[in-house]
């Protein structure tokens, strides 16, 4: 049987301070940072998506909103 989870994109969260990386659907995301953290670290965010991930997704939006596009050149 397949569910939802089974469906959804896996984003890779990392624990460099625990040495773990693992994956986890999207929907649960948040809530596994949140639970990881709060168990292993006293609530303080170390446990994150994995830098990679984050900033292809800057990027991505950097370029969608035009911020990569070459500036006019007004000589």
């Known amino acids: 049987m ?3 989870a089974d469906d ?3 984003v890779p969260i990392v624990c460099e301070e625990c040495g773990t990386d693992t994956r986890v659907p999207l929907s649960e995301l948040a ?3 949140d639970r990881h953290n709060e168990r292993a670290h006293d609530g303080e965010q170390i446990a994150v998506v994995d830098p990679a991930i984050t900033e292809h997704i800057a990027d991505l939006a950097a370029e969608d909103l ?3 596009d070459e ?4 000589s």
């Open 8 to 10: 959804e994109p896996q």
């Open 31 to 33: 809530d596994t940072l």
């Open 2 to 4: 397949t569910t939802q």
């Open 71 to 74: 500036e006019p050149d007004n």
């Open 66 to 68: 035009g911020l990569f």
